[in-house]
Nanobody, 114 residues
């Protein structure tokens, strides 16, 4: 069965950084597309980053260069580096992937507060 599990979230102050991790079972990241999404309180879920099986990463314009997605093929892990965090980045972050790109992690809380 395909499973994804996020880790690395927590509480940070504005301007600080976090790195989220996504571990997989039954999924080889280098053979699939992998994405990050987030959902803030009272808002719709939105796309954060996408990496192709070749390792090319794409981002929406609103990230303003603050977010970076990466992959470690040896460990079969994907990451989301989040820098210069803002209050509006507070949300539950999700990893998405799998052969059909329809497997989701349980989500992990990121809270940015002063």
């Amino acid at each position: 069965q395909e499973q994804l599990v996020e880790s690395g979230g927590g509480l940070v102050q504005p301007g600080e950084s976090l790195r989220l991790s996504c571990a997989a079972s039954g999924i080889i990241f280098s053979a699939t597309e992998t994405g990050w999404y987030r959902r803030a309180p009272g808002k719709e879920r939105e796309w954060v980053a996408l990496m192709t099986k070749t390792g090319n990463a794409n981002y929406p314009d609103w990230t303003r260069g603050r977010f970076t997605m990466s992959r470690d093929n040896a460990k079969n892990m994907v990451y989301l580096q989040m820098d210069s965090l803002k209050l509006e980045d507070t949300a539950v972050y999700y990893c998405r992937g799998g052969r059909l790109y329809n497997t989701w992690g349980q989500g992990i809380q990121v809270t940015v507060s002063s």
